[in-house]
């Protein structure tokens, strides 16, 4: 497989940095070490040529028992100018499932960390409020790697209280409706 225009820039801007990459069908992918994660993604938000500065997406991998290192975090860019996307790959190892975090370069990671956190187990070092963003914080475990038990039965937590959210008042909103409906009816 060719290596894409961009892989090629790549490749010579960072070197040994890129450990592997592949080109298909317009899809550029590349892996990177996880010590270097940061400072390669300010690369590739900043270089005027590449202008990868949207980050799309963040999800991870679970390789379990069939590929080492465990883990692949996965981060998907865009050029919102010139229109090429970029996936970039960083191994984790299980025994240490951390990354830095990208919060300090997209303020929208936090919230993709968080749901990788949560269904993963993968920590990002330097993120502002690393916690369940999907389930509640007694779950236990981490319900998309390939070794979660799924018949595991999960800590029973009282029903809380949320007097003020949208979803609330859109729920009493609804009750009046239909109450006030029901009462035109007699």
């Not at 190892?93 to 968080?114: C, F, H, I, Y």
Request: hydrophobic share 35%; net charge neutral; glycine share 6%.
């Amino acid at each position: 497989m060719e290596d894409s225009p961009n892989i090629s820039r790549l490749r010579a801007r960072l070197g040994g940095k890129i450990l592997d990459s592949h080109a298909f069908r317009g899809d550029d992918t590349i892996v990177v070490a996880r010590e270097e994660l940061r400072e390669i993604f300010r690369f590739l938000k900043e270089d005027p040529e590449l202008d990868l500065s949207f980050l799309t997406d963040i999800t991870a991998v679970d390789y379990l028992g069939r590929k080492t290192p465990r883990f692949e975090v996965v981060y998907h860019l865009y050029s919102l100018k010139a229109g090429h996307r970029l996936r970039v790959k960083v191994p984790v190892p299980q025994e240490d499932p951390t990354v830095d975090s990208l919060v300090p370069l997209w303020k929208g990671a936090n919230w993709l960390e968080r749901e990788v956190w949560d269904m993963f187990g993968i920590r990002f070092h330097g993120h502002p409020d690393l916690r369940r963003v999907l389930l509640y914080e007694e779950f236990e475990g981490h319900p998309l790697r390939k070794d979660y038990p799924v018949n595991q039965r999960q800590p029973l937590v009282a029903e809380r209280e949320l007097a003020g959210t949208f979803v609330d008042q859109r729920s009493d909103n609804k009750l009046l409706q239909l109450q006030q409906k029901l009462t035109a009816k007699r």
